[in-house]
């Protein structure tokens, strides 16, 4: 069975920096293929961040802030995020072995249990 195992969120001020972590045993899946997705209350969940090889990609609203990074040796995936916003806040789950459409990431079934990011003074 697949697990995905998130951690790193927190309470930030505004600014502030966090990096969220995703990772699973290797005997049940190695990663290939990351997304970071994030979902705010009242909002749809939207992709932040994904990586294959050397290939990422980024939301326009991230860019330049945020870091997706990936450890094969470790089989985990990182989200470092820098310059937070309060409009940073919301939950993120990371998705692992989706594919690729018109140069977007598109979600498998893996998903991480999602940890939770708050930007407040």
């Known amino acids: 069975q697949v697990q995905l195992v998130e951690s790193g969120g927190g309470l930030v001020q505004p600014g502030g920096s966090l990096r969220l972590s995703c990772g699973a045993s290797?005997?049940?899946?190695?990663?290939?293929?990351m997304g970071w997705y994030r979902q705010a209350p009242g909002k749809q969940r939207e992709l932040v961040a994904s990586i294959f090889g050397g290939f990422t990609t980024y939301a326009d609203s991230v860019k330049g802030r945020f870091t997706i990074s990936r450890d094969n040796a470790k089989n985990t995936g990182y989200l470092q995020m820098n310059s937070l916003k309060p409009e940073d806040t919301a939950v993120y789950y990371c998705n692992v072995n989706g594919g690729y459409y018109g140069g977007r990431y598109s979600a498998s079934g893996y998903w991480g249990q999602g940890t939770q990011v708050t930007v407040s003074s």
């Open positions: 290797k005997s049940t899946i190695s990663i290939k293929a």
